[in-house]
């Protein structure tokens, strides 16, 4: 199976940044849609950002566009989320999922729309 491997939470005052990293295996990846998730405390899941068309395409959920940057370093198999000017509102569980194309809507939207999904890595911002 596919493993992502979240890393670079942890915590920080409002006003500071971070930068998350996904670590994916192989080289079969590029293809893929990749997309940053999180979960605040007694929330659902939501897609923050989202990466496709080899990295051509990217897109932000409403709450975080101007200050989050989804990129990936194709040679590293690293998929990063540069978070500036955190706010208290960013606290949660961040995770990094990635699907290929099966047939049907592209790109994926939906949680349940990706196949793979790292362990996660928390971000409190206090």
């Known amino acids: 199976d596919v493993q992502l491997v979240e890393s670079g939470g942890g915590s920080v005052e409002a006003g500071g940044s971070l930068r998350l990293s996904c670590q994916y295996s192989g080289h079969t990846y590029a293809s893929n849609c990749m997309a940053w998730f999180r979960q605040p405390p007694g929330k659902e899941r939501e897609r923050v950002a989202r990466l496709y068309n080899g990295g051509g395409s990217t897109d932000y959920d409403d709450s975080v566009k101007g200050r989050f940057t989804i990129s990936q370093d194709k040679a590293k198999n690293t998929l990063y989320l540069q978070m500036n000017s955190l706010k208290a509102e960013d606290t949660g569980m961040y995770y990094c999922?990635?699907?290929?194309?099966?047939?049907?809507?592209?790109?994926?939207?939906?949680?349940?729309?990706?196949?793979?999904w790292g362990q996660g890595t928390q971000v409190t911002v206090s």
């Open positions: 999922a990635s699907t290929p194309w099966r047939g049907g809507s592209w790109p994926p939207e939906r949680s349940t729309d990706f196949d793979y």
